[in-house]
């Protein structure tokens, strides 16, 4: 007699036990996901945290988000080692246009390219031949409505669950601690499979090989728009939404075909939402407080019970389930005391601003658009090099909260891990600490201010305006004016709207001081003119206390960016102009001053060798001022020979800057020219 052929349940099985594929839950996938990716340590505000590589990957990736990434896989974590994390949804919740979505759909296509790889990939099984049962009229294949793994199906062959394990012994060599670790995430079968399985094994007179004819393994669809594995339900209006949106609901068509009326698979669960995530996927619910009541009340019991539940019958669920929510929904919802239940089941984790202007630096680049921008007579627009730094610190300024303790520029400093002055990171810690303790969320650091929708509507404006058009350049200091029409036309709450106008004059102050010092490198006609003289001015404080400084003034010096030995004239001179423009009179002042920037040396140089002093932006203006006064006597008169062209001498000076900023600093004609004219003008000086 021949030998009967291994079923591809056998063969799963078989799969899984040698370790080629794996049977875990939607948390345990997910971790693996991300702990996979690498990990670094990083400090950020203060504090020490970490960088999971997962959420840098793609060309447009998640920016900053350190606290909300490390709370977020803290709880999936939890969750996969059967925490009380398992039995609880992870909601976002904070203002409009601070990435709250964009994280759950780059999290949804990381997973779905991690299920993509062989090794990760998930399978489910359909009954076959089912018409030979007889009371299933013309379906002869249904497919396990929620997913469900084939190992969960060889978990409920046999109906005792001693019998079940014996199987997986016997059959596909499991031990005993592995068998346990597979109970670890087992659970019953889903109405319709138990209920059809039932049948088979009427059929077969419980014979399992006979069984085991009637089951295919198929691999899970991973197609975005079909809604398997990553499904995302938006809020809809009250008149349009109903529990089938979500749990799915009768199918007129199966009970056309199905004779026994207590037959579960008449439910169509795959009109639901939650059914085509349920085979350990991500369901994503996009605002999920702008439900109404009802609605909510499916998502508890989905939340609490982990099951789809309809009419009595259950269906097991192996979802991770993430949801998003703004302040206002939010806290309209905590208002209505009877619904504390749902919150209770929920790990809220309020999500700020990017409040790192370095960082935003990406997140303005993804506003401004990858591709060439062009006018209205399809001409390309040249950007301002200038402008995304402008865009920046314009947005950031009004994300951070007033503080006795700092000023707006000291916090936006140290909050990108910048140097302040004498003010440390430890100020900002403890301002960010106190703010984080008000009960009222929109008061902490980070929960108010200009979103990265607001931050699109302003470039959007720019673009719309005929002066961008006929220039054919983004001009960088356009967009304060651009964002002043935002604020006046999108932000309703006076004081926030007064806080914000205030903030973007900041902003103006800082940007001129960026063109006083991008003046100077075009009027030396050198891109990293001013770097070289900050460094000069570095490297003249060590070296004037050193044991080898002859009477010449030379100190010889080891260069720790080029490694080279560098000879250098210490210019006391210098060295007091400098310090006298950063308003340090007395001797005493000075050495406090020149302690702090060697000690920063010292700190910085063993981390970056390249570290050039040029986030200090005291000592940058300053060195800029001395440097302006030295050469030309004033930057007073460098205005002025600008501004007035009508000897040759100062149309030369003139010419030869518009061309160094054209070939070297990356400027165009419009920009450039309207550069050196916001330069001649006092306008926005602090």
Not at 367 to 395: F, M, Q, W
Not at 411 to 437: F, M, R, Y
Request: charged residues 30%; hydrophobic residues 35%; negative net charge.
């Amino acid at each position: 007699m021949a030998k009967k052929k291994k079923s591809k349940l056998h063969q799963h099985l078989a799969d899984v036990a040698k370790g080629d594929k794996c049977f875990e839950n939607s948390y345990q996938s997910v971790t693996r996901m991300i702990l996979n990716s690498g990990i670094d340590k990083i400090v950020v505000k203060g504090r020490t945290t970490y960088n999971f590589g997962l959420f840098g990957m793609e060309k447009k990736h998640v920016v900053g988000m350190y606290d909300e990434i490390n709370s977020f896989v803290s709880f999936v974590k939890d969750a996969s080692e059967g925490g009380s994390s398992k039995e609880m949804a992870y909601v976002l919740v904070g203002e409009p246009g601070n990435g709250k979505t964009f994280f759950v759909e780059y999290l949804c296509t990381c997973y779905r390219n991690f299920l993509m790889e062989e090794q990760n990939r998930r399978f489910t099984f359909k009954f076959t031949d089912i018409d030979r049962l007889g009371h299933y009229g013309k379906i002869p294949h249904i497919e396990s409505q929620t997913y469900e793994d084939p190992v969960i199906l060889a978990m409920s062959l046999h109906e005792k669950e001693d019998d079940n394990k014996e199987y997986l012994a016997k059959e596909f060599g499991f031990d005993d601690a592995k068998i346990d670790d597979l109970y670890e995430n087992y659970r019953p079968l889903g109405a319709c499979s138990a209920y059809i399985l039932n049948d088979i094994r009427n059929y077969t007179n419980g014979n399992v090989e006979d069984m085991l004819d009637f089951i295919d393994i198929i691999p899970v669809p991973l197609i975005e728009s079909l809604g398997t594995v990553t499904g995302k339900y938006p809020a809809k209006d009250k008149i349009t939404s109903s529990a089938v949106d979500l749990l799915g609901e009768e199918s007129i068509q199966r009970l056309l075909h199905i004779t026994d009326t207590n037959n579960p698979y008449r439910f169509d669960l795959r009109r639901g939402a939650l059914a085509r995530v349920a085979g350990g996927g991500i369901h994503f619910s996009d605002e999920i407080f702008k439900n109404k009541k009802d609605l909510v009340q499916v998502y508890l019991g989905v939340i609490q019970n982990r099951s789809i539940e309809i009419d009595g019958f259950k269906w097991p669920l192996d979802t991770l389930i993430i949801a998003t929510s703004n302040n206002s929904e939010f806290n309209r919802f905590l208002e209505e005391k009877e619904e504390a239940p749902i919150v209770d089941r929920c790990r809220i984790c309020y999500v700020s601003h990017n409040t790192d202007y370095k960082l935003q630096e990406d997140l303005t680049a993804y506003a401004i658009g990858n591709e060439s921008k062009t006018t209205l007579e399809k001409t390309v627009l040249h950007r301002d090099p200038n402008l995304n730094y402008a865009s920046s610190i314009a947005v950031v300024l009004t994300r951070l909260p007033r503080s006795e303790k700092l000023t707006p520029v000291e916090t936006l400093k140290l909050a990108a891990g910048e140097v302040a002055g004498e003010k440390s990171i430890k100020t900002l810690a403890e301002v960010i600490d106190t703010l984080n303790q008000d009960p009222d969320i929109t008061k902490r650091f980070g929960q108010k201010g200009l979103g990265q929708r607001n931050l699109g509507r302003a470039i959007q404006l720019m673009l719309e305006n005929s002066e961008t058009n006929e220039g054919q350049c983004m001009f960088a200091h356009d967009i304060f004016k651009a964002l002043e029409k935002v604020i006046l036309d999108y932000v309703t709450d006076v004081n926030d709207r007064a806080k914000y106008l205030e903030d973007i004059k900041t902003a103006k102050g800082m940007y001129r001081e960026r063109i006083m010092t991008e003046m100077f490198n075009a009027y030396m006609d050198e891109p990293l003119a001013i770097r070289k003289d900050v460094m000069n001015y570095v490297n003249m404080i060590i070296g004037i206390d050193a044991e080898n400084l002859g009477p010449d003034m030379m100190w010889k010096y080891k260069d720790p960016q080029s490694d080279e030995l560098k000879a250098l004239k210490i210019d006391e001179r210098y060295i007091k102009s400098v310090e006298e423009r950063l308003g340090l009179k007395t001797n005493e002042n000075r050495q406090t001053f020149r302690t702090t920037i060697r000690k920063i040396y010292g700190q910085k140089i063993s981390i970056d060798a390249n570290y050039d002093f040029m986030d200090n932006h005291e000592l940058v203006k300053a060195v800029t001022d001395v440097r302006l006064k030295s050469d030309i006597a004033g930057a007073g008169s460098l205005i002025g020979a600008l501004a007035n062209r009508t000897n040759e001498e100062n149309q030369k000076l003139h010419d030869r800057m518009i061309d160094t900023m054209l070939t070297k600093l990356n400027y165009c004609k419009t920009c450039a020219q309207k550069t050196i004219e916001y330069f001649c003008i006092q306008e926005d000086e602090k």
